[in-house]
Structure formats: C-alpha cells, structure tokens
C-alpha cells in the first residue's frame, strides 16, 4: 500500500483538475457550457483530444435528458474509457520478457537530457541482480562525464560490471564493447545507457541509429528492447518525444519517471492512444522500490481517485 499511496500521491495534480471539474459538474443540468468546461478541464490533464473526445460523446449519451447529479455515472464513463486506452498498453513486466528471450538480452535506453535514463537502468539492473540475474551496464553517455561516473558509482552499489570508455569516446564503439564483453561474460541482461539528446536534433538522433547499428552488426537481433525514458512532468512534449524517438530508433517500451505531486500523469493516456507503445514501467520517487510495473487499474485509480473495484 505504501507504494500505491505515493502512486496516488504521484498524481495529485491532473487527479485535482479532473475531479475539481467533477466536483462542479455534478447537481447541474448537463448543459454545453458545463460540459464544455469539463472537456476543458481534461484536456488540461494532458489526456489527449482523442481520448477527451471520446471521454465526451460517451458523456453525452450517457447524460442526455438528465443531469449529472450521479457521480458515479460520470466517474464509470471516464474510468471505462482510460482503461479501455491503458489496458491494452500494459506491457509485460521485465522478468516475463526475459523469460523465453535471447541471452544476453539487450535494453537500450533513450530519452532527452534529464529524464533520468542513467537512474532508471541502474535500478532496473538492481531488481535484475536481486531476482539473481546477471546484468552489466554500458556507459554510452560519453558527454558528460558525471555519468559515466554516476553509472560507476551504482554498478559499485548493486554490485555489478560496468563497461565504459574515456569522457568524448564514440559512444557506439563503447557500444560495441559492451555487446562483445556481456557475450564473453556470459551475462543474462546488457543495460546501455545514452547521452540525453534533444529529439528535435537530427545529428545527435542519427548517432543514436549508429548506435543501434552497430549494436546489430555485432548481435543480429539486439537491441531486443528500447526503452523510452520520459518525465511525467513535461506534459504534452512528452508525446512529441515519443512520437521522435519511436520514429529514429523504434521505442518498444516506456519508462515514464518522476510522477511526483507536480506531474502531468495523464500524458500516459494520450501516449498509449496515439502511439499503442507498452509502458512498461512507471516511477514515484528515489528509490529502487520506486520504480514498478505499469498496472492499468492502479494508474486508472489513482489518476481519478476511484476506489478499486474487488475484480481489479
């Protein structure tokens, strides 16, 4: 429950705009102004058009010679319809995925500067070491040289290898390295962390296809996982990263971090509307317990802060 809670913690910004504007839409007659106000006000939680479209018309139906004194007909209609978004996007957590995969498995993250790329997979090697796999990570940021550092300084902690190169190396030839290390290892799970670029820079995006180029040349198949990191609280420009970032490089799975209380976490929605892109995992602060497996319901629940159902 610990970990719920700061998932509905996590949310308290788009669950306060919504429910805000359910509050003030209940006991009125459910005219255009007041509908028209809800529909803003889920637009405003960064859900998408689509989605708040298809929110609407269920609305309209559903309220049609009535008003909308009935919260739980309202809160049934936009419950049903983010699940019927989400659910299909709820991605196999990373042990089924790497039940019946190729040895070693390859997860290459992505994402702009700040995003917290390095974090995640350090975390995600953690709970890899602790289920008793052997993960190795690859410091690819060649730019910045606190993360190399910093990937050191986890693979220390959790005690696992790390494969990096000098601060201005090419970073796909650490890359290689990485990939021909983890094969003479014998690893279970390759990490490869990349230098935060803008997914408006085309030369910093084509050195991220050289990356994964070379990555192919030397492991035909891998990388066998590409992992979008994106910060729930950017909003809407989380979607245009996404819509970059599978168009370069074919994102298979989503990490969406920092959903404290001043996220937009209803950015998932449009995302998974739009692109259909598994989420894969979701995280709510520091912590290697932080970072857990994308649940549909759960995020549905604490995104409007519903009590679950017994069958969820």
Known sequence: MGWLQRLSDGLTKTRDAVRGSLDRLLGRAADPAVLEEFEAALIASDLGARVV??????????????DASQPGRVHAVLRETLLEVLTPVQGLSLEPLL????????????GVN???KTTTIAKIAQRLSQAGKVPLLVACDTFRAAAIEQLQVWADRIGVDVICHRHGSDPAAVAFDGIAAAKARQVDVVL????GRLHTKS????????ITRVIAQEYPGAPHEVLLVLDAMVGQNALSQARQFHQTVGVTGLVLTKLDGTARGGIVVAIAEELKLPVRLIGVGESVE??????????????????PSPSA
């Open 290 to 307: 932080d970072l857990q497996d994308f649940h549909s319901d759960a995020f549905v629940d604490a995104l409007l802060g519903t009590t």
């Open 192 to 195: 490869i962390d990349t230098a």
């Open 99 to 110: 039940a019946n995969s190729p040895k070693p498995f390859v997860i290459l993250a992505v």
């Open 114 to 116: 700040g995003v917290g």
């Open 203 to 210: 030369n910093l995006m084509d050195e991220l296809r050289k």
């Open 53 to 66: 479209e298809r929110v609407m018309e269920r609305l309209k139906k559903q309220l049609q010679g009535t």
